[in-house]
């Protein structure tokens, strides 16, 4: 069973495809929410033992100082009360059949014969984590699973499906507060005056990318232009011309990369970081399953890794400010004395994660690329014992052990502006990655095998709205709407929807970030995925894009 736009590649029989309209997940997940509780398919005895109690869910609902903007985590009653929704109004806001919700509630939880329950794995990935009301969506999902017993079971989970390697070990968000500063806004505000850049490429990557731009580099170039008054040689005068451009309003910017980047091009000191196999790697993919990755080159240059880059930029800090007299100061940067990437590992993830203790780096070796599932629970010969599958004792990772719910009703398009741009402009620019370009093509960008094939990012679009437009394969049409422009070569598409259209996102040659308006949720998290613009034509296809292909990239079972 999947959920998206355009059907996906699945087997030839026992497939449901549920093609909603762009940003109703959240409307379809409530009402399958609905209709497997009205027909008593819940897992009442995992409801019971694992999950928040009636009483204190509605306490939480209504809990002093509670903003009206919290996302209300109750109980499943109270839950199922907020988000009731009926299969017609579903059917109205999402565009499915009737029939298929149906079906899918049936598949998901109608026992078997006998009375057994089914096994359901509910897996998301960006469409809900970059799309419309993403938060409250995820914690639909969530009460999907919760509600059917699909949580600490074999079959069952619910989990994001991405793959990528990543790992850290961070303390408490209690320093930054929630919601998070939105920075993007303060820098186009013109506030902060110094910006650090760690492994992102937000002229590519960010929304409202087109108005950051302009930003920054304007902001940006203040600082350039006082330092170009200043002789070569003189720091404190260098100093003291950039402290003033500062203050006046100028951004001084610092990149941390691998490869110069299009926001580098503005920044004023670039620090080259190591990537793995330049450096000593500890990370895990989405099954938990942490590795270690020995370095067995060095990086290029003076490049570290990024542990040991903050390392640096801590100690330099502390040695100044108790030059200066600042004690008090100083110490908030003591503790970063880290040689190795060891250190850092040690310092961070072994004394503060769950199982940490567990864990080093002669025993990751000792597992190899197995590696071992998080968290670590003992050491048996030397070899760390890991977890096979969370919460199969039906115990959560709160003060209590229970799970709770999320009140998740329907508010339409959720981000501000997005409602508007829907109905100024016709065509939805839906955007994401392809298999052809590795993530936002921060390496692919320099290799001539992808960039040949891809010399422009494509935008798949129904073959009838691109004759309607007098457009044709390889053709290089402007997408545009009030938050920006950008730029991208048509690939007809027959299982796009008309007026739906599908772009390459965060490429060189052509960044859909710039038409992604500015709106955010609660908690700061963008709707990448619920865009709106028109299109027209810039050119028909040049000598480059005419040598494409342009056949479909799916196949067929």
Request: glycine share 10%.
């Amino acid at each position: 069973m999947t959920v998206a736009a355009c059907e996906a590649e699945a087997g030839k029989d026992r497939v449901l495809h549920l093609a909603v309209e762009p940003g109703t997940d959240l409307v379809l997940f409530n009402a399958l929410l609905t209709y497997i509780a009205d027909k008593g398919w819940t897992d009442k005895a995992f409801i019971a033992a694992s999950t928040l109690p009636a009483e204190q869910g509605a306490a939480l609902l209504s809990r002093p100082g509670g903003a009206p903007n919290d996302q209300p985590l109750t109980d499943f009653a109270a839950a199922l009360a907020a988000n009731r929704t009926s299969i017609d109004d579903a059917v109205k806001i999402t565009g499915l059949k009737a029939e298929d919700i149906v079906k899918a509630a049936q598949w998901i939880a109608e026992p078997k014969s006998g009375g057994k329950r089914r096994r359901t794995m509910l897996g998301y990935e960006k469409g809900i984590i970059w799309g419309n009301d993403n938060y409250r969506t995820n914690g639909a999902i969530v009460n999907l699973a919760l509600a059917t017993g699909n949580v600490g079971r074999p079959g069952g989970g619910v989990v994001r499906l991405g793959g990528h390697q990543e790992g850290y070990s961070r303390p408490s968000d209690a320093h930054v507060g929630r919601p998070a500063a939105y920075v993007d806004k303060l820098l186009i505000e013109g506030r902060g005056g110094i910006h650090h850049i760690w492994a992102c490429d937000h002229y590519k990557t960010t929304l409202n990318a087109l108005k950051l731009k302009q930003i920054y580099k304007h902001r940006t170039d203040m600082v350039k232009d006082a330092m170009n008054t200043v002789p070569w040689g003189d720091r404190k005068a260098m100093v003291d011309a950039i402290m003033v451009a500062v203050r006046q309003g100028g951004l001084f910017s610092v990149d941390v990369d691998i490869v110069p980047t299009q926001i580098g091009q503005a920044s004023h000191v670039w620090l080259p970081a190591a990537v793995s196999g330049e450096m000593n790697l500890t990370s895990m993919n989405g099954e938990r399953r942490m590795r270690l990755t020995e370095r067995y080159m060095d990086p290029p240059g003076n490049a570290m890794p990024d542990c040991l880059i903050a390392a640096r930029l801590a100690n330099n800090m502390e040695r100044v400010l108790r030059e200066q007299g600042k004690a008090a100061y100083a110490d908030q940067f003591k503790g970063f004395d880290w040689k190795t990437e060891e250190d850092a590992f040690m310092d961070g993830y072994a004394k503060h994660e769950k199982g940490g203790e567990h864990v080093n780096y002669a025993r990751l070796k000792v597992m190899g690329t197995n590696g071992f599932q998080e968290p670590a629970t003992a050491v048996a010969d030397e070899k760390i014992v890991g977890t096979k599958r969370l919460y199969i004792d039906g115990k959560f990772s709160t003060k209590d052990g229970k799970a709770f719910f999320m009140a998740t009703p329907w508010r339409g398009l959720q981000a501000p502006g997005k409602a508007e741009q829907k109905a100024k402009y016709r065509f939805l620019v839906n955007n994401g990655r392809t298999n052809l370009v590795w993530q936002n093509a921060f390496m692919d960008q320099y290799n001539d095998f992808v960039m040949d094939r891809m010399p422009y990012p494509f935008i798949e679009m129904n073959p009838d709205d691109a004759k309607e437009l007098g457009l044709a394969a390889g053709d290089l049409v402007e997408i545009f709407n009030d938050a920006g422009s950008t730029q991208a070569m048509v690939q007809p598409t027959p299982s796009a929807k008309r007026n739906q259209t599908f772009m390459l996102f965060a490429f060189p040659t052509g960044v859909q970030g710039n038409v992604v308006n500015a709106g955010v949720n609660e908690l700061i998290i963008p709707n990448y995925k619920q865009t709106w613009a028109d299109i027209r034509k810039i050119a028909s296809a040049s000598e480059t894009t005419k040598r494409l292909s342009f056949k479909t990239p799916q196949y067929k079972v």
